[in-house]
């Protein structure tokens, strides 16, 4: 299916994928194709080694160690204030760690790059509150979100390629808003913002998917179809989701970690960490 926009003047790409990214440590530049070459030669695509950030004394990540697997979906759990928050401001680089080492594949050293060129690295992160642009359509918002030159003078002349409208079409229809695709984003429910950002991330083709509390004041319906979204997306990405909501978290996870004040508590199946007493006693308060 082809998808047509109502805007006259579309974008394109400016610069081709890097082939050569990820064959060192040096950070990958703008406007490179999402995670191309990205060597996990090892299976593992995000490895956090004794991870400890500090504000004012306080220790909000205390030799974290976390490794996800390439094609994994990871829940991460805990209490308010076990530094899930914080986690994900390390990976993304909003947060600088005071200590240890973060590695995106096996060569990308994410605390030498910027957030920028973390996420044209192939890393994407959706935060708890849906950011939309309100006034634009569904359409527009995922054209928006496609990486592309954004200046100006390339926005004016430029036409989105047939291969860009069909990955939009295909977005389109993973999150289940093809009817939708010429409405504006501001009278979507909140529901459909959630999975309107989730398409945002899923037209940059990331490798990594960052979602924080993503079924936060779904329905019912909208919850159980998220689960189903996020268990098709494993394997062609790997998802990282910090999630309070237990019964989400054993629909879709095959692996759980708990946070607890800035340190790995507990990992293994959601059976597992349930069990686990100190995972009882710090948080599930049974």
Same mark, same amino acid.
């Given at each position: 299916?082809?998808?047509?926009?109502?805007?006259?003047?579309?974008?394109?790409?400016?610069?081709?994928?890097?082939?050569?990214?990820?064959?060192?440590?040096?950070?990958?530049?703008?406007?490179?194709?999402?995670?191309?070459?990205?060597?996990?030669?090892?299976?593992?695509?995000?490895?956090?080694?004794?991870?400890?950030?500090?504000?004012?004394?306080?220790?909000?990540?205390?030799?974290?160690?976390?490794?996800?697997?390439?094609?994994?979906?990871?829940?991460?759990?805990?209490?308010?204030?076990?530094?899930?928050?914080?986690?994900?401001?390390?990976?993304?680089?909003?947060?600088?760690?005071?200590?240890?080492?973060?590695?995106?594949?096996?060569?990308?050293?994410?605390?030498?790059?910027?957030?920028?060129?973390?996420?044209?690295?192939?890393? #994407?992160?959706?935060?708890?509150?849906? @950011? +939309?642009?309100?006034?634009? !359509? &569904?359409?527009?918002?995922?054209? =928006?979100? /496609?990486?592309?030159?954004?200046?100006?003078?390339?926005?004016?002349?430029?036409?989105?390629?047939?291969?860009?409208?069909?990955?939009?079409?295909?977005?389109?229809?993973?999150?289940?808003?093809?009817?939708?695709?010429?409405?504006?984003?501001?009278?979507?429910?909140?529901?459909?913002?959630?999975?309107?950002?989730?398409?945002?991330?899923?037209?940059?083709?990331?490798?990594?998917?960052?979602?924080?509390?993503?079924?936060?004041?779904?329905?019912?319906?909208?919850?159980?179809?998220?689960?189903?979204?996020?268990?098709?997306?494993?394997?062609?990405?790997?998802?990282?989701?910090?999630?309070?909501?237990?019964?989400?978290? #054993?629909?879709?996870?095959?692996?759980? @970690? +708990?946070?607890?004040?800035? !340190? &790995?508590?507990?990992?293994?199946? =959601?059976? /597992?960490?349930?069990?686990?007493?100190?995972?009882?006693?710090?948080?599930?308060?049974?």
């Amino acid at each position: 299916m082809r998808v047509t926009a109502t805007a006259e003047f579309m974008l394109e790409p400016i610069l081709e994928p890097n082939k050569d990214a990820g064959s060192s440590r040096d950070a990958i530049g703008l406007g490179q194709a999402s995670g191309t070459g990205l060597d996990t030669r090892h299976g593992t695509i995000l490895t956090l080694e004794d991870i400890s950030v500090s504000f004012d004394g306080f220790k909000a990540l205390n030799n974290l160690n976390l490794y996800i697997g390439v094609g994994e979906l990871r829940c991460i759990i805990g209490p308010n204030g076990a530094g899930k928050t914080t986690l994900m401001d390390v990976i993304t680089g909003k947060t600088r760690p005071s200590h240890g080492k973060a590695w995106f594949g096996e060569t990308l050293d994410l605390s030498a790059m910027s957030e920028v060129q973390i996420a044209q690295a192939g890393i #994407g992160r959706k935060f708890q509150k849906p @950011t +939309v642009f309100e006034a634009l !359509s &569904v359409f527009e918002n995922l054209e =928006l979100a /496609q990486k592309t030159d954004k200046s100006v003078w390339a926005s004016l002349r430029a036409r989105l390629s047939g291969e860009q409208q069909d990955a939009i079409a295909e977005v389109l229809e993973t999150i289940r808003l093809t009817t939708a695709v010429n409405r504006p984003a501001g009278l979507l429910s909140h529901g459909q913002k959630q999975f309107l950002e989730i398409g945002m991330l899923l037209v940059q083709d990331p490798q990594l998917l960052l979602l924080d509390e993503p079924v936060a004041g779904m329905t019912d319906a909208e919850t159980e179809f998220t689960a189903e979204l996020f268990k098709s997306l494993a394997g062609k990405h790997s998802l990282m989701v910090v999630e309070h909501d237990m019964g989400f978290v #054993g629909a879709i996870a095959d692996h759980v @970690t +708990v946070l607890h004040q800035g !340190s &790995v508590l507990a990992e293994g199946s =959601l059976e /597992q960490v349930q069990e686990n007493e100190r995972v009882i006693e710090v948080y599930l308060g049974r």
